[in-house]
């Protein structure tokens, strides 16, 4: 009886081992949710803080489509990636590229809070040119987070990859809530009287005879008379002008010190990388990644175990190492001989073999129609997503006040880890569920797109209804979201 509990408990034991197994370690899933906040807290905590800095830049209310621009050219990183990928295929690149970019992104905030409001003159016109280089710079780098980190994560168990999901929908949620806290500021306006010139002209006055006194008064005639020749007068009149001077006041919470939670931010990713890489708790949880399944796409099995037979002993010569490789090749091939025919006498039983091959042919003609067509609807949501809509936000939002536009900057980046959540109990996994929830995010948007075109006045713009409006017509596109994942 002893035995018996001492092996039900030895089993029970091994199970609960192999369950938390499955489910990873809790400090590492911490780790790797902070590892992966970095990857675009610097680029969304620069948009929720654009209605501070547009009142203090020269750019003003064009300083969102100026910064879409260079934040799209930014997709230059993941094709300079992938070269470098492509022309050092044996060299793990993922590793260093991952440090460089928590790096570089750390140090672009913390460049952000010092010169974020430094501008200069080029061609006459003035220009935040250290606001738009260094956001040029951070776009560049964390462009390439999804592929560096993804590579990375490949030298970690697969349980931990939907940390690392988490921490890139909480990279958006923090800066939020924070800039929520910072508030936007407030601008008061306050009036100043001024003189100035309110009206000048010039008039020609004529000759001008007056009778003068002639103390004789002995006769009447011209020489009595005075004459005052033509002349130019000019009169002005002055008034004092009200003019109204308007004065924005920083928030509690000033810019600088928002810049600076994000590299701290940095920070902090960049020790629990270093964590993550080299303590040996940590490195318990490594796997070799010429044995993981996701690593070993390149190579063919049977030659991925020669070269691992070849790695652990020198015995191993290359003719028996050759030999084995024919010997697996061979008998792989007599197996899928063997499956061929089993397949093909199934098929005779069932079917006519010219109607099979038209199957087969239709079948892949239409699985590939159905890649390109998903696709380009990847490209159309991301296109809608990313770019055009941050764009014209600002002309879509602001007439309704500046609360409604600091409520739109800083909702979607609140709705859109949230969104991310909820794909992970709902998914969209057929081509007409894509298509209709491409069809309803293109329609929200082409509402906002026709208020930012009847921009200064449009639709409802004196009613708070109006707002509201515009405010969930931009985030519920996010249902979008859906289709990509």
Known sequence: MAERESTS???????????????????????????????????????????????????????????????????????????????????????????????????????????????????????????LSLTFVQSVFAAMTSQAYLAFMSHLKSCYMSSLFLGMGLSGLLPALVAVAQGSGSVTCTPEMKNATYLKSTFLVPDIRFKGVDVSKENDSLSNYLLLPAANITAAWTKELQEIQANSQEPALTVRCFFLFLSGLGIFSFVSLLLLLYHPRCREEHVDTDKEENCQLMKPPALKDGLQDAEKGSDVNDGLLEHNFKNHILTSNEETENDSLTQNKEVKETAVPGEMDDLSEQNQLLGRLESWYLLLLLVWINAIQTSFLLAIQVYSSLPYGLRIYNGATKAENIVDPIACFITIFISAKTSRVISALTLAGTLLASYIITVAALSPSPWLVDHIAGGVLVVSFLNLPQTCLFVRI
């Open 9 to 131: 408990d030895s089993g029970s034991f091994q199970k609960s081992k192999s369950r938390t197994a499955g489910r990873g370690r809790l400090y590492i899933h911490i780790l790797v949710i902070i590892f992966g906040i970095t990857s675009w807290s610097v680029m969304n905590g620069l948009w929720v803080e654009l209605p501070i800095l547009v009142a203090h830049l020269p750019e003003g209310w064009t300083l969102p489509s100026d910064l879409t621009i260079v934040a799209q050219a930014g997709n230059l990183g993941p094709l300079a990636f992938t070269f470098l990928v492509y022309l050092f295929p044996r060299v793990k690149l993922e590793v260093p590229a991952s440090m460089i970019i928590v790096l570089v992104l750390t140090l672009c905030a913390l460049i952000y809070a010092v010169l974020w409001h430094e501008t200069a003159t080029l061609g006459g016109t003035e220009y935040s040119v250290a606001l």
